[in-house]
């Protein structure tokens, strides 16, 4: 349910904005068991995937990730595996909460339709800024979940 609302708030509030920029950003919404309400909005600048066996290629081509995320709790897996690729990502503050992400240097956070367009927006124009969040995201994820933090962790609870 919260990656449906976040695809329903953003396809029915954030994407008519970008529309308005003309700046011909297309969305890619991959996700299993999508359902009509999202394919709803299907359109050449909103593509609904749906499953994809291998997400790497679609990272590698993004050039921003979004998490419009409105409710949710605990690390947010897709925001981790966007950083992991290089993708700087626009985020709600639920999105990126409990995460040690900080906004303006791991991510962009916005809370609203507006801001959240204006953020993407932009994320997608400034190359400075981009690569800015790029190397915050990659630095993020070797910090706090890297393999080797993660045995750092595991070693620390199993010596006690």
């Given at each position: ?82 950083m992991q690729f290089g993708v700087p990502v626009v985020a709600t503050s639920c999105s990126i909460e409990g995460m040690n992400l900080a906004d303006g240097r791991d991510v962009l956070k916005a809370d609203s339709p507006r801001e959240f367009a ?43």
């Amino acid at each position: 349910p919260p990656n449906v609302d976040a695809m329903l708030w953003f396809a029915g509030e954030v994407l008519p904005l970008l529309r308005q920029s003309q700046a011909g950003i297309r969305t890619t919404v991959i996700g299993s068991d999508v359902p009509d309400s999202v394919r709803h909005f299907a359109a050449e600048d909103f593509v609904v995937a749906g499953f994809v066996p291998d997400v790497e290629p679609l990272y590698n081509a993004a050039r921003i990730a979004i998490a419009p995320l409105r409710y949710g709790a605990g690390v947010k897996g897709k925001v981790n595996l966007a950083m992991q690729f290089g993708v700087p990502v626009v985020a709600t503050s639920c999105s990126i909460e409990g995460m040690n992400l900080a906004d303006g240097r791991d991510v962009l956070k916005a809370d609203s339709p507006r801001e959240f367009a204006d953020a993407v927006l932009r994320l997608y124009g400034d190359e400075a800024l981009w690569m800015k969040l790029r190397q915050g995201g990659i630095d993020n994820i070797a910090q706090w979940f890297s393999r080797a933090n993660a045995r750092r962790a595991l070693k620390n609870v199993l010596d006690l």
